[in-house]
Structures are given as structure tokens and as C-alpha cells.
């Protein structure tokens, strides 16, 4: 199976406390985040959220989907998410935050260690690989860009 680093900094103009509570809050990621279609709660882990599993349903700028499962394996508050992916993906991922207190603003690093497990994208990967890339980069910008807005607008109401 091809396997695929990818890694998205997002930078949010928002403090550290406010972008933690909507990434944490991923059964609300469609109401703001267009490629997320759907995610259900599969287990729900212990009272820190580590185990915690759920189902997402990613739309995607080309026609296709994905259906993934993220179990968290590690969980820092305010800090760091950790989980195994499995489903049409399977791997790892890591999403770690980082706060500047004299701009308030929050960075936040994504990294992807997955292998396809569709099996057109497997037979398609050898040339498809950077349009994969770039369909990826695409949804990673537009959820960057969306969470912005969606906190511009709660902190506007």
C-alpha cells in the first residue's frame, strides 16, 4: 500500500483556549468545516477522551470520499492529539498546538503518516500520488480558512 506524509500548519487568529475547544468538537465539524460530511461516535474512551473513536465521513475536492475511524492514543489539553487512523486510510496522525500570548494567535501543525487502503487508489498511486497531495491540501486550506470564520463568528455574536 503507498504510504503518505502529510503534513498542513494552519494559522488561527484566536487564542490557544478557543481553537482547542472546536478541534476537540469534532462531531460539530460539519456545521463549519465543508469536506467533513459526517462523523459518529464509535466508543467513547475513558473520561479523558483517550480510546475515544470516531467515524468521519470526508468529502473531498475531486469525486471521491473517505471513511476513516480515529482512535486518540494520546491527549494533551490545550496541546496535542494523537490517534491511529484505520478504514479507506490506515496509520497515524498528530495534531499539535501551539499558543503565542503576545499576538494571540495559535498555530496548528497536522501530521499524517497513512497508507491508501481503497483499492483504485492503490493501483492509481504510482501516478495519482501528487493529486492525492494537492486533494488533500485542499480540504486541510478550506478547514484552516473555515474554522477562522466560524470563530469570527461566534466571538461577533
Known sequence: MPEFSL?????????????WSRLIDTENWPSWWKYVA????????????????????????LPYSLLVNLRVTEIQPLRLVTVNVSGDL??????????????????VEFKWQVQTCKPWMNRLAAVAAPIFEWNHARVMKSGEESLIRHLATVKNS
Do not use: F, H, K, M
Not at 475513558?46 to 468521519?56: E, I
Open 7 to 19: 503534513n498542513t500548519t494552519w494559522l488561527i487568529p484566536a487564542p490557544v483556549e478557543a481553537v
Open 38 to 61: 459526517s462523523v459518529e461516535e464509535i466508543e467513547p474512551g475513558d473520561a479523558t477522551g483517550l480510546n475515544n473513536v470516531r467515524q468521519y465521513c470526508w468529502r473531498t475536492s
Open 90 to 107: 490506515q496509520g497515524c496522525g498528530r495534531c499539535q498546538l501551539y499558543s503565542d500570548s503576545v499576538t494571540r494567535q495559535t498555530r
